[in-house]
């Protein structure tokens, strides 16, 4: 074995992972070889120092600080968790809200519209108007209009003309129709 | 009336509530901390609280804030427990915590030149300590000597670069097997054992001169 290799195995031979050959081989690497030693020796040293440093301990409020803080932490929990109960209630109310309306609007359109209503037939009559004449205050005068002589506006008279101009006297039979 | 209680408080098989959890590894307590026992998180406060504030104390260095982030981390194990994937190591987990904690500490503090400041404050602070608070059972060159070494061996700690310090704080210190460091710092097991040959070197290499 060079130094090489035995720096190479160094972190598994101080862990002690390693196998017996290999072990073996360290060891025996580290007896021949005084600068390799050294080395071993400072790093075991070094390590040795660093794991005796005394531990620290949490100060004396330390656990009281943490309770305050959890105490805190687990009052939001159960706040959030109240908020998404009163939202779910919420969202739940008003879904039910809609789906009552729906279903009430449907069935109100149900009963409105039937789809195949069918029906009897129906004889629709008109009563008849009666007859009533045709007063004119001045039959001459509508007369003359056809003339050219303009007496009265011509409007109040545009539909009846043509009747009058038949006959002055003519009774309105179906003139309602 | 007090016997009532008593009988109250001592289960069945004669152990109270908190012997129990104390018998019980932490996968077990975490399952009884999410099955609704509150207590059960005081177990796991009391199992873990001396060996992360070290490591948090090791990894930054300053004492005060070391114990803000141990807080830190039982905060958002309480917040987040029901999310922990129970195949995995509760001590990884909280680990994994501590170590992000400690790592975004560390980069805000060179972001942050006051919070140096801050920390050679405190350690002038600690300095000014009287001795016979240290330990009043050895003489007091002992206690000198023992303190300075501690010392020592504090500042060599520190001047590892951050991502070695880690690895040597996870392996030295807490005893973590490289495969759980590797979790724990998100690193292949190659790098783990890289860095941590090379800490170990350098460790030694800077603490040489002061204990030789």
Redesign the interface.
């Known amino acids: 074995m060079d130094c090489r290799e035995f720096c190479d195995q160094h972190l598994a031979f101080v862990d002690d992972t390693l196998a017996g050959i290999e072990l073996v081989r360290m060891q025996r690497h580290l007896a021949e070889c005084e600068s390799c030693a050294r080395q071993d020796a400072k790093i075991r040293r070094a390590l040795l120092l660093f794991k005796n440093l005394p531990s620290i301990e949490p100060s004396a409020d330390f656990s009281h600080r943490l309770e305050a803080r959890l105490r805190e932490c687990h009052d939001e929990q159960l706040a959030s968790a109240q908020r998404n109960l009163r939202f779910g209630a919420f969202a739940a109310t008003l879904a039910s809200l809609v789906m009552l309306g729906y279903i009430a609007t449907t069935l109100y359109d149900h009963a409105s519209v039937p789809s195949d209503l069918v029906m009897a037939p129906v004889v629709a009559t008109v009563p008849e108007a009666e007859l009533t004449p045709i007063t004119t205050p001045a039959p001459a005068i509508v007369a003359s209009v056809s003339a050219g002589l303009t007496i009265w506006p011509a409007a109040l008279f545009a539909e009846q003309v043509p009747v009058r101009f038949a006959h002055s006297k003519l009774e309105l039979a179906n003139y309602t129709r | 009336m007090a016997d009532i209680v008593r009988k109250q408080v001592v289960s069945v098989e004669g152990l109270t509530v908190r012997e129990r959890l104390q018998a019980m590894d932490d996968s077990a307590v975490v399952t009884a901390f999410l099955g609704g026992e509150e207590r059960a998180?005081s177990e796991l406060?009391t199992r873990y609280?001396?060996r992360l504030?070290?490591f948090v104390?090791?990894t930054i260095g300053d004492?005060e804030k070391a114990?803000d982030l141990?807080?830190e981390v039982?905060?958002r194990v309480?917040?987040h427990l029901h999310r922990f994937d129970r195949s995995k190591k509760f001590s990884t987990w909280v680990y994994t915590i501590a170590s992000n904690l400690a790592k975004n500490e560390l980069r805000n503090r060179s972001r942050n030149p006051l919070v140096l400041f801050q920390t050679v404050q405190k350690n002038f602070q600690d300095e000014d300590r009287p001795l016979q608070f240290e330990d009043t059972t050895s003489r007091p060159d002992d206690m000198y000597r023992k303190r300075h070494?501690?010392e020592i061996?504090?500042e060599?700690?520190a001047k590892l670069p951050e991502h070695h310090r880690n690895v040597f704080i996870l392996r030295?210190?807490e005893g973590k097997s490289y495969e759980e460091i590797a979790e724990i710092t998100e690193c292949n097991l190659g790098t783990v054992?890289s860095r941590?040959?090379r800490a170990?070197?350098s460790?030694?290499?800077i603490?040489?001169p002061y204990?030789d």
């Open positions: 998180f406060v609280q001396t504030l070290n104390y090791r004492r114990e141990v807080q039982f905060i309480y917040r070494l501690r061996v504090e060599s700690v030295e210190l054992k941590l040959n170990r070197n460790f030694a290499e603490i040489a204990v």
